[in-house]
C-alpha cells in the first residue's frame, strides 16, 4: 500500500512540477514583453514556488521510510519543517509584491496592453484548469499534505488568471469612456488585490506547522474526530487520556486506558487498537494507534 501511495505521489509530483516549471517560465517572458506588473506578481510566486518544490520532491522516498529509535518521528518532522519553510518565504513574496505595486500607484501607476494581457491570461486560465482537473483526478484515492498544498496553488493560479482576465477585460471597456483616468492604476491595483488573496494560505500553513513541530495537538474538530471513534470502539474500557500528535503526515496516536472492573486483557487492548486504526486509516495518511494501560 505505501509503494502504491509512493508511485501516485511521485508521479503527481512530476506532473505538477513539469507544470510549474513551464507556466513560470511562460509568466516570467510575458512580464517582460507584456510590462505587466500583474503577470510578473503570478510569474515571482510561481517561481519562488517551483524553488521551493524541489527538496519536497526530493524529500518524498524518505517519507515512506519506517520510524526508527533514532528516528522516532521518521522524516515527517523535516516535511513540516519544509513545508514552513516554503509558506513563510511565499508570505514573504507576497508582502514585497503588495509594497513594490503599492510604491508604483504612489507614483501615478503605468499603461499596459489590456488586449494582450487579456488573451496571456485567459489561455492560461484554461492551461491551469486543466492541470488542476489532471492533478485532482489522479489525486482521487490518496493526498498527502505536500499533494494539498500543489493542488491549492493550482487553484490559486486558476482563481488569479481568472480575476486578472476580468479586470483587463474591465480596462477595455474603459478606454473610451469618462473614467478613462484610471486606467493606469489598474494593473498595479489587480497585482495587490491578487497578492492579498494569495496571503491567507501562508499564514494558515504557517501556524499549522508550528503547531506540528512542537508537537502541539492538532485542532479542536480532528481530537473530537478521534474522540468520537475511540469511544465507540472501546467496550470494557474507559480512557483517562487521549495523546494525538501530528507531524507532517504521520499522526500518532496514544489511548491510555483503565478496565471497569479492573481487569486488563492484552488481547483486548488488541483488538481496540485494529478497531481504532480501522475506523481512522482513511481518514489520516499514515496512523499509528497505541493502547497504553493507565497505571
Request: glycine share 4%.
Amino acid at each position: 500500500m505505501d509503494q502504491q501511495k509512493y508511485k501516485t505521489e511521485n508521479k503527481i509530483l512530476r506532473l505538477s512540477l513539469g507544470g510549474t516549471i513551464t507556466f513560470t517560465v511562460l509568466e516570467i517572458i510575458a512580464s517582460f514583453v507584456l510590462g505587466s506588473k500583474t503577470v510578473m506578481t503570478d510569474g515571482i510566486f510561481d517561481l519562488f514556488d517551483l524553488l521551493l518544490l524541489l527538496p519536497m520532491f526530493i524529500l518524498v522516498p524518505f517519507l515512506y521510510k519506517p520510524v526508527s529509535e533514532k528516528k522516532p518521528y521518521g522524516f515527517s518532522q523535516i516535511e513540516s519543517l519544509l513545508v514552513l519553510v516554503k509558506y513563510i518565504v511565499l508570505l514573504i513574496v507576497v508582502i514585497n509584491m503588495i509594497t513594490n505595486n503599492i510604491t508604483v500607484l504612489l507614483h501615478g501607476g503605468h499603461t499596459v496592453d489590456a488586449t494582450n494581457v487579456l488573451i496571456y491570461e485567459a489561455s492560461l486560465c484554461v492551461c491551469c484548469i486543466i492541470m488542476y482537473l489532471v492533478l485532482h483526478y489522479l489525486s482521487r484515492d490518496y493526498s498527502s499534505m505536500i499533494i494539498k498544498s500543489e493542488l491549492y496553488l493550482w487553484k490559486v493560479d486558476i482563481v488569479s488568471t481568472l480575476g486578472i482576465s476580468v479586470a483587463f477585460l474591465f480596462q477595455i471597456f474603459l478606454t473610451h469612456s469618462p473614467i478613462n483616468f484610471i486606467i493606469p492604476y489598474i494593473d498595479s491595483s489587480v497585482a495587490i488585490i491578487v497578492a492579498l488573496f494569495l496571503v491567507k494560505e501562508p499564514i494558515v500553513q504557517i501556524i499549522k506547522n508550528l503547531k506540528e513541530l512542537v508537537l502541539f495537538s492538532p485542532d479542536q474538530q480532528i481530537m473530537d474526530e478521534i474522540r468520537e471513534v475511540v469511544n465507540k470502539d472501546i467496550s470494557n474500557y474507559e480512557y483517562d487520556f487521549l495523546d494525538v500528535t501530528q507531524t507532517g503526515r504521520k499522526t500518532w496516536i496514544e489511548v491510555y486506558v483503565k478496565s471497569k472492573n479492573d481487569t486488563i486483557k492484552i488481547k483486548d487492548f488488541k483488538k481496540i487498537q485494529e478497531h481504532i486504526t480501522k475506523d481512522l486509516i482513511d481518514k489520516f495518511d499514515q496512523i499509528y494507534v497505541e493502547i497504553v494501560p493507565a497505571l
